[in-house]
T-cell receptor
Framework: AQSVTQPDIHITVSEGASLELRCNYS??????LFWYVQSPGQGLQLLLK??????LVQGIKGFEAEFKRSQSSFNLRKPSVHWSDAAEYFC???????FGTGTSLTVIP | NAGVMQNPRHLVRRRGQEARLRCSPM?????VYWYRQLPEEGLKFMVY????????ESGMPKERFSAEFPKEGPSILRIQQVVRGDSAAYFC???????????FGPGTRLLVL
């Protein structure tokens, strides 16, 4: 069965620091993987997606993610976090579209 | 190109009333998905529709909930005889035929008093 796990419920980083949000998936075949961001009271905005090819994918707002089949992971990274990045981040796997429970990011000045 | 539209953005209902949530997909998108987000939780898939056809409703509660996507007009998620536990944010997403990427609307926040 498909599933997505985001082990970190909440992460706090200082502005300018690097960021890595973890995502592990369970899927029988080659997965289609996504990262979305949700600001308070808003809908979900697509950050990036992986379907095939290069395992390092670039997204909007300076985010990138790396697909590692051996670890069943699709971690999201950003080299330098901005205060405006504070939001809820969701990893998802396509098929029926399963979402992780989300990681809430707080950015401190 | 307008994004996915949902209305109303906020909806207040008393227990026992009906709630109708509307979703207009992006232009050219033929697939619509509905999700529910409870407070402090992720999104849970409810139903996947194409025009005039329900493809997958495995996430829909068996009673009181129904969805449609008619040939003309928006997709409708209907909740009959609402209960307090139905209070949540309901999101709609759309995708074009043959594409996996889903584009989300701003959601409808339903509050049942």
């Amino acid at each position: 069965a498909q599933s997505v796990t985001q082990p970190d419920i909440h992460i706090t980083v200082s502005e300018g620091a690097s960021l890595e949000l973890r995502c592990n998936y369970s899927y029988g075949a080659t997965p289609y993987l996504f990262w979305y961001v949700q600001s308070p009271g808003q809908g979900l905005q697509l950050l990036l997606k992986y379907f095939s090819g290069d395992t390092l994918v670039q997204g909007i707002k300076g985010f990138e993610a790396e697909f590692k089949r051996s670890q069943s992971s699709f971690n999201l990274r950003k080299p330098s976090v901005h205060w405006s990045d504070a939001a809820e981040y969701f990893c998802a796997v396509a098929g029926q579209f399963y979402f992780g429970t989300g990681t809430s990011l707080t950015v401190i000045p | 190109n307008a994004g996915v539209m949902q209305n109303p953005r906020h909806l207040v209902r008393r227990r026992g009333q009906e709630a109708r949530l509307r979703c207009s997909p992006m232009k050219g998108h033929s697939h619509v998905y509905w999700y529910r987000q409870l407070p402090e939780e992720g999104l849970k898939f409810m139903v996947y529709l194409q025009k005039e056809n329900i493809i997958d409703e495995s996430g829909m509660p068996k009673e009181r909930f129904s969805a449609e996507f008619p040939k003309e007009g928006p997709s409708i998620l209907r909740i009959q005889q609402v209960v307090r536990g139905d209070s949540a944010a309901y999101f709609c997403a759309s995708s074009p035929w043959g594409e996996e990427t889903q584009y989300f609307g701003p959601g409808t926040r339903l509050l049942v008093l």
